[in-house]
Each structure stands twice: as C-alpha cells, then as structure tokens.
C-alpha cells in the first residue's frame, strides 16, 4: 500500500467518485493517494503535483457549490466570499486560461451585478470575456451569455450605445 502504483489506483477511483459528483468521497482517494506519493516520490515530482491539482479541483467545486447556495439564499458577501476562494484556487490548480476559471469570474461578476456594484461585475465579465474568446471562440453559446452580461452591465450603467 506504499507503491506508487497504488497511488495511482488510489487516483483513478478518486476520479471517478469525482465524475459521479460524490466529492467527499474523491477527496477521500485522492488525499489517500497524495499522501503516498508524497512519500514515495516527494514533493517536487510531476506526478506529487498532478494529485494536488485533483485535490484542488474537488475544494473549488466545493467551494462554488457552497457560493450557488449562499447566492440563491440572498447572502451575496458569504456568496462573494466562498467564489473568491474558489478563484484562487482554480487559478492556482489551472491557471488563468482554464475555461472553469472564466465561469468563477462570471459568477462573481453576476455577485457583483446583483449588489449593483457595476464597476466591479464589468471587470469580472471582461476578464470572462477575454478568456472564453480565446478558449472556446466566438461562436460559443457561453460567449454570448458573456456578451450579454457585458451588456447588461452597460445598460444599467446608461451607456446604452454599448450595451
């Protein structure tokens, strides 16, 4: 139980708890799994890192579940809050060009929309913006909801031209 083979295994059922949306459940395995290539492999190897991305990934699911309740309860700071946690750690575990990191910024932007914080919902959808054009490309249905949120931003900040 000390191999990194059982690592591996330890990984592959922790993703597919992690498919199933069982996410206690993944995190079980892959914490399991990272503590065995910690010491099998250490901390600096390719496959130590990979298992941390996994981790990382299971905790910013979580914490955006946790944001969708608390913004579909009407408590937008502890929304807002949980979201910001979420962002650093998709960035950390996927970087600023992952499509999952845009959704983060378009749920916190909408946070901010909805406090009518116009200003600061804009930056987030902008930055949404630039990700989704890039990564899914202009025809994309979710690039036009971005549109759409840019310009329903626009609008309520009466520059109408641009909305």
């Given at each position: ?9 330890l990984s592959n059922i922790g993703e597919i708890y992690y498919h199933q949306g069982d996410y206690p459940k993944a995190l079980e395995y ?38 969708e309740i608390y913004y579909h309860q009407g408590d937008y700071p502890k929304a807002l809050e949980y979201f910001l946690r979420c962002q ?76």
């Open positions: 139980e000390s191999h990194p083979s059982y690592a591996t295994t892959y914490l399991r799994c990272q503590q065995i290539k910690k010491m099998t492999l250490g901390e600096s190897h390719p496959s130590y890192a990979i298992t941390l991305s996994c981790i990382g990934q299971i905790y910013s699911a979580t914490l955006s579940n946790i944001g650093q750690i998709v960035k950390m575990t996927l970087g600023e060009s992952h499509p999952s990191y845009a959704i983060t910024l378009s749920c916190i932007g909408q946070i901010y929309s909805d406090q009518g914080d116009y200003p600061k919902a804009l930056e987030y959808y902008l930055r949404c913006q630039q990700i989704k054009k890039m990564t899914l490309g202009e025809s994309h249905p979710s690039y036009a909801t971005t549109l759409s949120n840019i310009g329903e931003i626009y609008y309520h900040q009466g520059d109408y031209p641009k909305a």
